[in-house]
């Protein structure tokens, strides 16, 4: 095995010679001894050593912890510190430079030793886990997703090369700023970057994963991108309080599901005018259910995905209709109890239209139940209480009190103000008590009324 090569840095020259016999000894080269830091820092350049043996005070405008500092960052070669100074202010401003071992004046021959082959030890480590962090890095950095590490205060301590590119910079660049710091230069509009910021303070301060299914960014080109992020809080030896990021990009998936709602809307649209034509009477009546059935959705909090899938199954709650014959529909008069039986298919018939379609959420099963009642005094099933989808209880509240308030062909609009205090007189009886106090207040607030 070839021998290594120690750059002696001494301005005694009795005690440099006794050193370079010492390590000759030990089957190390000495390629050099010099005795100022600004030749040190030359040598280090010039011979690359495997390792350097630095006294502290040397001759020179630099003494040997600064030409330390320098060479550790230019050149990564480890560095013991020769020092007959061993108080505790020397020693915490030789700490600064990262050496790999000291050794106090006078020494024995096997504490030389020992000292550099532990350096030669550590120093093989460190490029060990050099290479291994950089190789993470370039793995990260290949990953097509956004990958980042930020502090409390919002900073990055790691980005990768995707991030790196939505913010018009380099990851090195982002290091140690914040997103405000870097939007200005970004591709991303300041509108959507105060989530963001919101979010990652909730995850520092909750100590808790949070999963956001989808975000998006609006870039200055127009375009929208959408995002599934995770959010973890992570250990770290520095700052007990950061946060790993990791953004998948789903705006191809995103745009591919908007076209499929876009199209599932058109075939829904072409049913509910189909009914509509069948019954002149009750057009819009579907429309309309469904504009105060989400309007009663989004006052109760409901989870947008739940919402949309509500609007759609209010739109279309009464196309089992298609079956019943259009006289019956639009008999002027009362129906016979045959009649009504017939009416009362229209649920099961709506099920069965709908089921054959795949929607994303339960639609066929949200129309079948939208005429079961809390309780169980509705039809076809016979449901009860928590037994029917949240969906259904709030189309049946919004169903009812459209009805009631629109002309019918066997009567006029009893009015708003009636149907209001029908739900209110059965609500807990017919209709779910929530639903009912949050459509109430919907009228009562003027947050909602019927077009005309």
């Known amino acids: ?27 190390y080269k000495v390629p050099a001894i010099v005795s100022s830091g600004e030749k040190a820092i030359q040598k ?34 480890p560095i013991v510190f020769l020092t007959a100074y061993a108080d505790e202010k020397i020693l915490e401003q030789a700490a600064e430079s990262s050496p790999f071992g000291y050794l106090i004046k006078p020494f024995e021959d096997r504490e030389l030793r020992a000292t550099i082959e532990m350096a030669f030890y550590k120093s093989r480590m460190e490029m060990e886990l050099r290479k291994n962090r950089n190789f993470l890095l370039r793995v990260i950095d290949t990953v097509p997703n956004n990958i980042f590490v930020k502090d409390k205060n919002g900073k990055y301590l790691m980005v990768n090369n995707s991030l790196a590119e939505l913010y018009n910079t380099t990851p090195k660049e982002m290091i140690g700023k914040t997103d405000r710091e870097l939007i200005k230069k970004s591709k991303i509009k300041n509108e959507d970057l105060e989530n963001l910021i919101k979010d990652d303070i909730n995850v520092i301060n909750g100590k808790k994963k949070i999963l956001i299914p989808e975000e998006s960014l609006s870039l200055e080109d127009g375009k929208k991108i959408w995002f599934q992020t995770t959010k973890v809080p992570l250990d770290s030896p520095y700052d007990p309080e950061v946060l790993l990021g990791v953004s998948v990009d789903i705006t191809e998936l995103k745009n591919s599901f908007i076209r499929l709602q876009e199209l599932m809307e058109e075939t829904v649209n072409g049913l509910v005018s189909a009914v509509e034509k069948r019954d002149p009477y009750t057009a819009g009546h579907q429309r309309r259910v469904s504009l105060l059935a989400n309007a009663i959705a989004e006052k109760m909090e409901l989870e947008k995905f739940r919402s949309d899938g509500l609007r759609i199954a209010a739109i279309v709650h009464d196309i089992g209709k298609i079956n019943v014959p259009s006289e019956i529909l639009s008999k002027p008069g009362k129906l016979t109890n045959a009649e009504f039986d017939l009416i009362k298919t229209h649920p099961q018939a709506g099920f069965e239209i709908l089921s054959i379609i795949n929607f994303p959420w339960p639609v066929a099963e949200i129309v079948l139940q939208h005429q079961e009642r809390i309780d169980g005094s509705g039809y076809p099933n016979g449901l009860k209480g928590d037994e029917i989808f949240i969906e259904a209880r709030i189309i049946s509240v919004a169903d009812v009190v459209e009805a009631i308030a629109s002309h019918r062909p066997y009567r006029p609009s009893l009015g708003i103000d009636f149907a209001l205090e029908e739900i209110n007189s059965k609500k807990g009886i017919l209709y779910d008590e929530s639903v009912v106090e949050t459509c109430l207040a919907l009228f009562k607030n003027n947050e909602f009324f019927f077009p005309d």
Do not use: Y
């Open 44 to 77: 280090a350049e010039e011979l690359n050593p495997d390792l350097i043996l630095m006294d502290i005070m040397i001759e020179g405008n630099m003494n040997g912890i600064e030409a330390a500092k320098l060479i550790q960052s230019e050149f990564r070669i």
């Open 1 to 27: 095995m070839e021998s290594k090569r120690i750059l002696i840095v001494e301005d005694e020259n009795i005690i440099a010679e006794d050193i370079r016999n010492t390590l000759v000894k030990f089957n």
